[in-house]
Every structure is written in structure tokens, then in C-alpha cells.
């Protein structure tokens, strides 16, 4: 049988991943009748009319789910918030909410930090949601160690960063245990844990959802993350800029699996990629081109350098070559972001590719920061895509527009179709739920 891709949709609110001076990405979209219309000035990146269009989209090319990313803090830069990053970041959940009463077979995955939060009030929230969707709700699971968003919270940035994962495994462990603690035949039972970071017990008030679990989604490179993702994830949110990268990386995560008594068919290894389609390959590269261009402005150039250099830059030109000067890795001149690597490492593989190929800053950051992209016809899109799942580098991929909210309606169009003559992609939905989207195994209720 023909390994089949699983396709979902990201909706973009940060970093330049999206083009928002672009008009498409301005343009109104239709309010759902009995949906209350925000002002235009709000931006299409918080007008609910926006998540619509997107999951609408998403659920008409058959799509296994709609990921909402999460942010607890504005980022700042340089003492002020950095208004090139992002607008506003509403709750992820409010959002998927309400996108459950527009959409029929669409998953719904939430990005909720397990730092910042506490199991049984997040697992009666995502118990709910699947109720309420009928069997859709997603949990991607993030941590936080930086003081900085710590301070939005009681708890402020007490967590060592050696702990994230701890925590994180724990927190999930415990909420399956209170999606656990209702019988089959509906009867809520007394539950329980006792553990390093959480001592709780009760009752809890949501009965057993059509999932069973939500799920869960994790995102991280390090060997502590692939090893969380092993032992606990449904779906892998990653990112490879290669093929050769992507094969490393799924088979290293599903070679862990068999000891915690798990398939390779039981974790979903999707990276979030990028695509731009043309007519022709020559005008789809030239509109890829443009696109990081418009990304990548001058300023946000100089910006992502000093994101990685940690000093006031700003006297640098764009189009010169990158600085001399070493990076500060003690500085704070940007908070809410998390930091990619040794920041030494990061600049010496930037000036080698600079040296190599003579380019400028703003040139640089261009060819370093993108994600993967596919980029092509619509048939050699396709062709592409299959070829990364067909060779185990993936099962399927997260797909990040550069525009919103219409930024996924080519790509359902045109590359669909064509995915679906392959044979390697679904045409209709084969049951009501997102494991069953997914080819997931209902959660064998424990205690």
C-alpha cells in the first residue's frame, strides 16, 4: 500500500515568516453569519474571520489539522516591543473554540505551554474542546525556562532550564491520568498523583473524551526532546532543511520508540515547511525570491543579525558584510525569543557562508533562515513533497504560508488534486476524529 502524507495547516502570527504588507494580507475576509466583525484595524493576523478562511481551506483539501502557535509574552528588542515580530497573539484555545462551530472534520491543535500552566485546569480545557469538535483537539506541548515570560506568572522564572522536559513529561503523564480517571460506563473516580512537580487529588469534572487523549504534539531537535517525543508525542512538529536531514532525523526518533513499547506508525514526524507555486519552475523561484526579499527587509535583516550577535548593530549596513566583532552570548538585548544554537557556532557558520559565496548581511540572513520551502509547479510542488515522505524523511508536513488568510488557497487548488491522483494522499476523511485523520490508536485507558 502507498504510504500516505498527512497535511496540516499553520497559521503564521510571528517572526517574518509572513508577508504583511503584502495586500492579500490585508484583504476582509467574510465573517461567518452570527460572528461578531472586529475592526480592520486589528490586522487579519487576530481578525477571527482569518482563522476561518484558513481552516475552511485546510478542512476543503482534507487536511488532518489547523495548528495555532501560542506566545505568553511580547518579544522585545532593545528595551522595546518588537513590533516587526508580531501584532497580538490571542489564546489559542478561544480560537480553536470557535472554529470547532465553523469546521466538521478538521483537528484543532492548540500550542500550550506546560510551564506556565497546570494540569488539571489545561487537561478539563482540552477535554472540553474535543468534546465539544467531536473528537478534534490537538495539544502541542511547550516549555519555557526564561524569567522573562516568567514574570507574566506567579511562579515568575523559578524553572532551571534542565527541568522543562521533567516537568513537561510529568504534566502530560498527569492529565492523561485525569482523562484516565472516568470509566467507560461514565462514572467519575477519584484520582490521584503524587510526583516531582505536581502533588494533586480529586475529581475531575469532564467525562472521557471521543479521542480518549487529545493529540499530543511536540516540537524540539535536542536529544532530550527526541527522546520526550519518543516517549510521548502522537506527532512530531520539526524542521530539516534537507532530505538527507529529514531521513536522519525520523530515523533516529522512530528507532526510540520500540523502547517504550511503541510502532513506528504511532508517531507522525511532520516538519513545518514553506512552498511557493509558479506556473513554471523559473517563475515560481523568481516569486520565492521576492518573497524572502519582502521577508527579509533591511531592517529586519540587521534585526536578525543581532538577534544572534546580541549587540546594538545598527550602524551596520545591510548590504555590507557582516560585523568583526564577536557575539556577547551573556546579553539581553532580546528577550522573549529562544535562542537557536551557540551563538558563537551560529556566527562562524554565517561568515563562511558569507565568505564562500560573497554575501551581504541582509543577503545572509536570506539563505539562513528560511525554513524548508518547496518551491515549483504545482506538479513538481507534488512531486517533491511525496518524495520526502516516500523516502522516510517525513510523513507528512505543516504547511506555513507566507500570506494570511489566503495563503493555503493555491496550494488546495492545485497541489491537492495532484497529490490525490498519486494516490498518496487522502480524497475523503476516513472518520470523524483527528486520530482517526491521523491513523492513531485510540489510548488504552489505564488505573
Same mark, same amino acid.
Given at each position: 500500500?502507498?504510504?500516505?502524507?498527512?497535511?496540516?495547516?499553520? &497559521?503564521?502570527?510571528?517572526?517574518?515568516?509572513?508577508?504583511?504588507?503584502?495586500?492579500?494580507?490585508?484583504?476582509? *475576509?467574510?465573517?461567518?453569519?452570527?460572528?461578531?466583525?472586529?475592526?480592520?484595524?486589528?490586522?487579519?493576523?487576530?481578525?477571527?474571520? %482569518? &482563522? @476561518?478562511?484558513?481552516?475552511?481551506?485546510?478542512?476543503?483539501?482534507?487536511?488532518?489539522?489547523?495548528?495555532?502557535?501560542?506566545?505568553?509574552?511580547?518579544?522585545?528588542?532593545?528595551? #522595546?516591543?518588537?513590533?516587526?515580530?508580531? @501584532?497580538?497573539?490571542? /489564546?489559542?484555545?478561544?480560537?480553536?473554540?470557535?472554529?470547532?462551530?465553523?469546521?466538521?472534520?478538521?483537528?484543532?491543535?492548540? *500550542?500550550?505551554?506546560?510551564?506556565?500552566? /497546570?494540569? !488539571?485546569?489545561?487537561?478539563?480545557?482540552?477535554?472540553?474542546?474535543?468534546?465539544?469538535?467531536?473528537?478534534?483537539?490537538?495539544?502541542?506541548?511547550?516549555?519555557?525556562?526564561?524569567?522573562?515570560?516568567?514574570?507574566?506568572?506567579?511562579?515568575?522564572? !523559578?524553572?532551571?532550564?534542565?527541568?522543562? $522536559?521533567?516537568?513537561?513529561?510529568?504534566?502530560?503523564?498527569?492529565? =492523561?491520568?485525569?482523562?484516565?480517571?472516568?470509566?467507560?460506563?461514565?462514572?467519575?473516580?477519584?484520582?490521584?498523583?503524587?510526583?516531582?512537580?505536581?502533588?494533586?487529588?480529586?475529581?475531575?469534572?469532564?467525562?472521557?473524551?471521543?479521542?480518549?487523549?487529545?493529540?499530543?504534539?511536540?516540537?524540539?531537535?535536542?536529544?532530550?526532546?527526541?527522546?520526550?517525543?519518543?516517549?510521548?508525542?502522537?506527532? @512530531?512538529?520539526? #524542521?530539516?532543511? *534537507?532530505?538527507?536531514?529529514?531521513?536522519?532525523? $525520523?530515523?533516529?526518533?522512530?528507532?526510540?520508540?520500540?523502547? $517504550?513499547?511503541?510502532?513506528?506508525?504511532?508517531?507522525?514526524?511532520?516538519?513545518?515547511?514553506?512552498?511557493?507555486?509558479?506556473?513554471?519552475?523559473?517563475?515560481?523561484?523568481?516569486?520565492?525570491?521576492?518573497?524572502? #526579499?519582502?521577508?527579509?527587509?533591511?531592517?529586519?535583516?540587521?534585526?536578525?543579525?543581532?538577534?544572534?550577535?546580541?549587540?546594538?548593530?545598527?550602524? !551596520?549596513?545591510?548590504?555590507?558584510?557582516?560585523?568583526?566583532?564577536?557575539?556577547?552570548?551573556?546579553?539581553?538585548?532580546?528577550?522573549?525569543?529562544?535562542?537557536?544554537?551557540?551563538?558563537?557556532?551560529?556566527?562562524?557558520?554565517?561568515?563562511?557562508?558569507?565568505?564562500?559565496?560573497?554575501?551581504?548581511? #541582509?543577503?545572509?540572513?536570506?539563505?539562513?533562515?528560511?525554513?524548508?520551502?518547496?518551491?515549483?509547479?504545482?506538479?513538481?510542488?507534488?512531486?517533491?513533497?511525496?518524495?520526502?515522505?516516500?523516502?522516510?524523511?517525513?510523513?507528512?508536513?505543516?504547511?506555513?504560508?507566507?500570506?494570511?488568510?489566503?495563503?493555503?488557497?493555491?496550494?488546495?487548488?492545485?497541489?491537492?488534486?495532484?497529490?490525490?491522483? =498519486?494516490?498518496?494522499?487522502?480524497?475523503? !476523511? %476516513?472518520?470523524?476524529?483527528?486520530?482517526?485523520?491521523?491513523?492513531?490508536?485510540?489510548?488504552?485507558?489505564?488505573?
Amino acid at each position: 500500500m502507498t504510504k500516505q502524507m498527512h497535511l496540516a495547516a499553520h &497559521f503564521p502570527g510571528v517572526n517574518n515568516t509572513t508577508v504583511w504588507a503584502d495586500p492579500p494580507s490585508r484583504r476582509p *475576509t467574510t465573517t461567518p453569519a452570527g460572528c461578531a466583525s472586529r475592526s480592520p484595524s486589528i490586522g487579519s493576523q487576530i481578525d477571527f474571520s %482569518s &482563522f @476561518v478562511h484558513l481552516a475552511r481551506t485546510a478542512e476543503r483539501g482534507r487536511f488532518d489539522f489547523f495548528f495555532l502557535a501560542e506566545g505568553l509574552r511580547l518579544r522585545e528588542h532593545k528595551g #522595546r516591543i518588537h513590533d516587526l515580530d508580531v @501584532v497580538g497573539r490571542p /489564546e489559542s484555545l478561544t480560537v480553536l473554540g470557535a472554529l470547532a462551530a465553523v469546521t466538521e472534520h478538521l483537528g484543532l491543535a492548540a *500550542t500550550v505551554n506546560a510551564t506556565f500552566n /497546570e494540569p !488539571y485546569e489545561l487537561a478539563r480545557r482540552l477535554a472540553s474542546l474535543d468534546h465539544l469538535s467531536g473528537g478534534r483537539a490537538a495539544w502541542n506541548v511547550v516549555t519555557s525556562f526564561d524569567a522573562f515570560t516568567g514574570e507574566n506568572f506567579r511562579r515568575g522564572g !523559578y524553572l532551571d532550564r534542565a527541568d522543562r $522536559y521533567t516537568r513537561a513529561a510529568e504534566f502530560v503523564a498527569t492529565a =492523561r491520568e485525569l482523562w484516565d480517571s472516568w470509566t467507560p460506563e461514565g462514572t467519575p473516580r477519584p484520582f490521584a498523583h503524587q510526583g516531582q512537580h505536581f502533588s494533586i487529588s480529586g475529581e475531575f469534572t469532564v467525562p472521557r473524551s471521543p479521542q480518549g487523549h487529545p493529540v499530543v504534539i511536540q516540537a524540539g531537535d535536542s536529544g532530550e526532546g527526541r527522546e520526550f517525543a519518543a516517549s510521548t508525542a502522537d506527532i @512530531v512538529f520539526t #524542521r530539516h532543511g *534537507t532530505l538527507e536531514a529529514g531521513r536522519e532525523f $525520523y530515523a533516529d526518533v522512530k528507532s526510540r520508540l520500540a523502547k $517504550y513499547g511503541r510502532r513506528p506508525e504511532d508517531l507522525k514526524i511532520m516538519p513545518g515547511v514553506t512552498f511557493v507555486l509558479g506556473d513554471t519552475d523559473a517563475e515560481a523561484q523568481e516569486k520565492a525570491a521576492d518573497i524572502r #526579499r519582502r521577508q527579509v527587509s533591511p531592517q529586519n535583516a540587521i534585526v536578525a543579525l543581532e538577534q544572534i550577535w546580541g549587540r546594538d548593530l545598527s550602524a !551596520y549596513d545591510p548590504d555590507g558584510p557582516l560585523p568583526e566583532i564577536d557575539p556577547d552570548p551573556d546579553s539581553e538585548l532580546v528577550k522573549g525569543r529562544v535562542k537557536v544554537g551557540d551563538p558563537f557556532t551560529v556566527a562562524a557558520r554565517w561568515r563562511a557562508l558569507s565568505e564562500a559565496k560573497g554575501l551581504s548581511i #541582509r543577503q545572509t540572513v536570506i539563505e539562513t533562515t528560511g525554513r524548508q520551502s518547496f518551491i515549483g509547479t504545482p506538479a513538481s510542488v507534488a512531486a517533491q513533497l511525496t518524495e520526502f515522505v516516500t523516502a522516510d524523511a517525513a510523513d507528512g508536513f505543516i504547511l506555513v504560508p507566507h500570506l494570511t488568510p489566503g495563503g493555503l488557497d493555491d496550494f488546495v487548488d492545485r497541489v491537492v488534486p495532484l497529490l490525490q491522483e =498519486r494516490g498518496v494522499f487522502r480524497t475523503e !476523511y %476516513s472518520g470523524p476524529t483527528l486520530r482517526s485523520h491521523l491513523g492513531l490508536p485510540t489510548p488504552v485507558r489505564k488505573g
